[in-house]
């Protein structure tokens, strides 16, 4: 339970943000109140209230977050000068060097910079992948949504962890990124403008129909879902995109995901494609999998 001596320093925050009170979902990361992305202004009180709760977060919607996952992307963020410079919010948890978050706060001026999403919000979130192992899921992130939010006190409950702000980097730190370090923002959102055409412009054919989730890129419903399953069930378009995409560098006949065999990439006339075929496994390897998997 948190306790509210110990949030007298959040108060200011508290009344200037959309503060939620964490501990619901599986790993207790999630809001523990429908409809969080709503502004709800909880005082200290009452999200003190929450007798379960064991961590605060906040909503995104004027901030911008680095979410550093894995040393690969400490190296890339260093590398993009994006961990250098004035001090300004961070995040870490006292369970990983290599995860934390770094915070800045946009001017208005700079906030009319970024372009519209397909809701026609200027809100952003990619991830650029550091690592290229598949298998590694290793990434900075780069968000600034109002749907989003972020644990900044409290408990990483999975890890038994806390988070905690280091000495000059608490959130009164927060500063406006410089117009360095908001370039490389812009960069790398305008690379990740896909240019996809309108979903009926797209030749779907009647035996493909587009996956809310791709098991190859893990493309899903909210990241413009464009990856294709044939009716068979058996073959899948995955869509080369700039986020998401399939592995690089297959040759044919290798298989990925346990059961996913690469074919050839196709272009479809708007972009390229990877087909992948449900690997049937040999009655040995089957036999095989059975013993060591
Ligand atoms: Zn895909």
Excluded at 77 to 82: M, T, Y
Excluded at 205 to 211: A, E, H, K, Q, V
Excluded at 259 to 277: E, P, T
Aim: charged share 25%.
């Amino acid at each position: 339970m948190l306790q509210q001596q110990n949030l007298q320093k959040y108060r200011k925050l508290i009344e200037k943000y959309n503060v939620l009170p964490i501990g619901w979902g599986k790993d207790k990361k999630a809001p523990m109140l429908k409809e969080w992305q709503l502004n709800h202004n909880l005082s200290l009180e009452e999200i003190c209230s929450y007798k379960d709760a064991i961590a605060l977060g906040v909503t995104t919607e004027d901030l911008w977050v680095l979410d550093v996952d894995g040393d690969s992307a400490v190296r890339w963020a260093r590398s993009k000068g994006l961990l250098d410079g004035e001090f300004t919010w961070e995040i870490h948890r006292t369970t990983s060097p290599y995860y934390f978050k770094r915070i800045w706060k946009p001017t208005l001026q700079q906030r009319k910079q970024i372009p519209e999403n397909q809701d026609g919000l200027q809100e952003f979130q990619f991830k650029v992948r550091t690592n290229p192992s598949p298998f590694l899921n290793e990434a900075a992130e780069f968000f600034m949504a109002h749907n989003r939010q972020i644990i900044f006190y409290g408990k990483h409950w999975k890890s038994g962890g806390d988070y905690y702000c280091p000495p000059h980097r608490d959130f009164e730190a927060v500063r406006e990124p410089t117009d360095a370090e908001f370039k490389v923002l812009l960069d790398e959102l305008s690379k990740r403008q896909e240019k996809l055409p309108r979903s009926n412009n797209r030749s779907h054919g009647r035996d493909w129909y587009t996956l809310s989730f791709c098991p190859i890129c893990g493309r899903s419903q909210n990241d413009n879902p464009v990856c294709q399953m044939h009716r068979d069930g058996n073959t899948i378009r995955c869509f080369e995109g700039i986020t998401y995409h399939p592995p690089e560098n297959l040759t044919p006949g290798q298989v990925i995901h346990e059961n996913w065999a690469f074919c050839r990439s196709q272009y479809v006339g708007w972009g390229d494609f990877s087909i992948f075929v449900q690997h049937n496994p040999s009655p040995v390897e089957k036999l095989r999998r059975q013993y060591y998997v």
